[in-house]
């Protein structure tokens, strides 16, 4: 049997990066390696659909398989408009009608790296702070205590000084779960997008926790700290100022 005769009896079988490989082999098996019946045998593998057609819905089956075989890489984004030197936080905390917290936050002092975690936090939490995700992160100064019988809530409202407008991240949630084992307690809300540009936008949450440490009471938290995220949909600092320039600023 001849090699061309060879080669095109084993393509068929191959995976497209096996394939793909083959095709820098030589010029002969580039040649062969580029005959569209191949490809489209990956193809119809993953979209046998798209076979049910006389003609590839690009311009060759190894166009489609190209393109569209794996996921695509994040690609960079454009330098956002805002920068957190033109943001101010305020925060507020209730326990049923009595505030607990309240304060005007810097955008700088909400950043990520700002503040390091003070020693004696338990391990899971310390991970959790450390990890890759981006967090914006603030230390309760001085520290306040919440009676786990308590009902416990949040609002966080975000300034822009370069415009003067304010816009809601969190309008009075619940904390209404904690997760003993990462010693947080979690709110969240959806972010509101009114601009006709931002329509289909929808669906993102802001999270926000209190941290606590465990000094032996069962029936109270000993918050040190709070952190913010929007890993919904941002998980970057200049993915957090885009999503935070996209709110219903008034």
């Known amino acids: 049997m001849a090699c061309e005769e060879i080669l095109k009896a084993v393509f068929p079988f191959l995976e497209g990066t096996d394939l793909a490989t083959c095709m820098i082999v030589c010029k002969q098996w580039r040649d062969i390696a580029q005959d569209d019946y191949f490809w489209k045998c990956l193809c119809s593998k993953k979209w046998p659909s798209i076979c049910k057609r006389p003609s590839p819905p690009t311009v060759t089956y190894y166009n489609l398989f190209q393109n569209f075989h794996k996921r695509q890489y994040r690609r960079t984004i454009l330098p956002p408009k805002l920068s957190f030197s033109d943001l101010e936080f305020y925060i507020d905390i209730w326990t ?29 939490l310390r991970f959790h702070l450390e990890g890759p995700e981006y967090k914006m992160t603030l230390p309760v100064e001085p520290r306040f205590t919440i009676p786990l019988c308590q009902t416990v809530s ?39 997008f009114s601009s006709p540009m931002f329509l289909f936008v929808s669906g ?43 709110l219903e600023w008034k």
């Open 154 to 192: 949040v609002s966080v409202l975000v300034g822009r000084k370069d415009t003067n407008k304010a816009a809601c991240i969190i309008k009075k949630s619940l904390f209404d779960y904690i997760d003993r084992t990462a010693y947080r307690a979690l709110a969240f809300d959806y972010l509101d």
């Open 96 to 124: 049923e009608e009595k505030i607990i917290f309240s304060d005007v936050v810097p955008g700088p002092v909400l950043q990520k790296g700002i503040w390091v975690p003070p020693p004696g936090i338990c391990d899971v």
């Open 204 to 246: 993102v949450r802001a999270w926000i926790s209190l941290l606590f440490m465990d000094h032996g009471n069962e029936g109270a938290l000993d918050v040190f700290g709070i952190e913010m995220d929007f890993c919904d949909a941002a998980n970057s600092e200049d993915e957090v100022l885009w999503l935070l320039d996209m």
